[in-house]
Structures are given as structure tokens and as C-alpha cells.
């Protein structure tokens, strides 16, 4: 059954570093963009980073363009974090939808992990 599986997730001061994995079980990311989304407490569900492992192309929120960095190796795909922010906390969650293109809606991502999650805090 095709799933994700993240991790890398924990506790970190605001200013530390992060670095989520993401791993595809029955999917060759090769034909799918992948999205990380975070929901913070109380929040509803953003989209932090797009890659589209065929192009490759990447795009990012802009409250982390530059201080996050999403990249894919063979069949996992990676979000360093770094100079986390008070705001960052959440559990960060990867999907995945067919196609190249990372201007779809929430809805064309089919295939989900279940998260980890992320506290910021000193």
C-alpha cells in the first residue's frame, strides 16, 4: 500500500535546525510533485515547500523562502529547516499528487504520511 512516512521531527530553540525526511513506500516520486504542509496549533493546514522531482522544481511559502531547503534523493525527500522561528511549531506533513506541476489544489494530493511533529522553544 503506497504511503509516507516522515521523521526528523522534534524540539528545537528558536534560531535551531531541523531536518524532516520523507519516505515514499510504494510510490516512485518520479511522476508526482511532493508538498510539505504544516498545521500548527489551532491552524489550519499551509503548504511550506513544493518539489517536483521530475524537473526538478522547487518553491517555498514565503515565511521560509531562504531559510528552508526541500530537495528529493532517490525515493525521499528531504526539508532542512533552519533559523526556526517561535511560529514554525506544528506537525509537518508530506504528500504527494501525479504530475510535475506544484500548482495544484490540497485536494489532487492523494497520498499522505501521518506527520511529525515540530515544537519551537527555549
Known amino acids: 500500500q503506497e504511503q509516507f512516512v516522515e521523521s526528523g521531527g522534534g524540539l528545537v530553540q528558536p534560531g535551531g535546525s531541523l531536518r524532516l525526511s520523507c519516505a515514499a513506500n510504494?510510490?516512485?516520486?518520479?511522476?508526482?510533485?511532493i508538498k510539505w504542509f504544516r498545521q500548527g496549533p489551532g491552524k489550519g493546514r499551509e503548504v511550506v515547500s513544493c518539489?517536483?522531482?521530475?524537473?526538478?522544481a522547487t518553491s517555498y511559502a514565503s515565511s521560509v523562502r531562504g531559510r528552508f531547503t526541500v530537495s528529493a534523493v532517490k525515493n525521499r525527500v528531504y526539508l532542512q529547516m533552519n533559523n526556526l522561528k517561535p511560529e514554525a511549531p506544528g506537525r509537518y506533513s508530506c504528500?504527494?499528487?501525479?504530475?510535475?506541476?506544484?500548482?495544484?489544489?490540497?485536494?489532487?494530493?492523494?497520498?499522505w504520511g501521518k506527520g511529525t511533529q515540530v515544537t519551537v522553544s527555549s
Open positions: 518539489i517536483s522531482t521530475g524537473d526538478p
Open positions: 510504494g510510490v516512485r516520486l518520479d511522476y508526482y510533485n
Open positions: 504528500a504527494a499528487a501525479s504530475g510535475s506541476s506544484c500548482l495544484q489544489p490540497q485536494y489532487a494530493y492523494t497520498y
